[in-house]
């Protein structure tokens, strides 16, 4: 069959550059290629060229995408209808998160104009959770929940043999002979992460109009332990890991065939198993290889040791989630981080001259001003070498999520277009009204853009 796989846009939208190639439908590709499918991916957030902005700028042009998806003549639009009228799909997989919400409808609305009877499937972070809402604002046919490589190839299977009964297939919600949305028994997650193939960067539409960098994304582990309030996770609260051998032919693929020495770890928490990232960095020096990489980690797991032996090998920027300078925040959304452990880490960070991302958020529900100005304080306390600042998206999944709907704040209906982390348009603050928000966020971005253009040695941000 011929498999059309969609990133829907988004950033393109507002004229910036998202970095990476589209990591979860190449996986998803990469997996379902094995059956013989003749498959595109079609990234629609995929600009031609890297533009750099700051965080102000990020909030000014927000309205950009909110009327993009209001205009069904926008080029965006054209552009997908000819993708899809090019490639005729027998099967269309949709991925997306809340935010895009907006842009999914009417990528599905253009499908089923152009080809009524071919089946939409929608995966990814907000279908998972709001399965029943999402198969009735959008007219898909299929939501692959949680963890998607097995339970849409199994689908797959049974829309090529042409058989009907879903409910044999666990991990799916679908529409059933009333209309109403049925499901199906949870898809246990994949236990052996070595016997996934490597993402597919093969298939990309436009694949020429990436760079080399944008190919270098590698996952090596899936899920996270913690239980912070703001985060959700398709793949619950504990960690699965590729094998080291694994990880480092993935490094060769890439360094080989895009001609990169550039490597990206987008796992949640890379240095979660000590003597894992030892044994690597290991790896890497057994077999000569000169890499620069970046990753994902806690404050917390921070040491002098661990850090100079990463830097040995190539590591060359750490990206931190800090979130608030206020201890009370820290604890009550289950970061399980003290202030006293952020500047420790923060020390021994900038002793060793490691550059480092540090990632803050505002508008936690009950966030006041002075707890906004601790983590401005904080911010000029730690000096991390970058500064990502962002508003609080409440999305479904997290706990923040469900706090507020029981509160009455939002609901599954709530307008996801609006909720993104460089957003003016809503917020989670039960503080501050509208305007007031508005006004601090504004100030608050304008500091830290600020602060980055004036810190040594800066780095870009890749997100």
Known sequence: MKILLIEPPFSRFMGFYRYFFPFSLCSLSAYIKKSG???LIYDADHADKPVNMNSTDMLNVYHHYLEGIQDSEHSLWKETRKVMQDFQPDVIGITFMSTKLGAVQNLVNIAKELFPQVPVVLGGAHPSVLYEASLQQIPADFVVMGEGEETFAELLQFLQAG????????????????????TTSPRPLITDLNSLPFPDREYLDRGDSYRPDDMSMIMTSRG????????????????????IPDIVSEIEYIRDRFQTNNI?????TFTLNRKRVFAFCNSLEEKGFKINWECLTRIELVDEELIRRMQ????????????????????????????????????ILNRLGQKWSAFFMLGFPDETEEEIEMTRQLIREIQPTYVSMSVLAPYPGCEIYSDLVEKGVINENTDWNLYDPFSLYANSSL???KDRF??????????????????????????
């Open 224 to 243: 996270c332990p913690y239980n912070c309030t703001f985060c959700s996770s398709l793949w619950e609260r504990r960690t699965r890991y590729r094998s």
């Open 438 to 463: 508005i006004e601090i966020t504004r100030k608050t971005m304008a500091l830290v853009d600020e602060y980055n253009l004036k810190s040594k040695n800066n780095i870009p941000s890749r997100t």
């Open 37 to 39: 499918h003749d498959i």
């Open 163 to 182: 058989k009907t009964d879903y409910s044999l297939i666990r991990g799916l919600a679908f529409r059933g002979s009333n209309g109403k949305v049925m």
């Open 431 to 433: 503080v501050f009204a």
């Open 264 to 268: 990206y770890f987008k796992d949640d």
């Open 312 to 347: 040995e090998t190539g590591m060359f920027n750490l990206k931190i989630g800090i979130e608030t300078g206020s201890q009370r925040l820290l604890k009550v959304s289950n970061k399980n981080l003290s202030l006293a452990d952020i500047k420790r880490g923060a020390e």
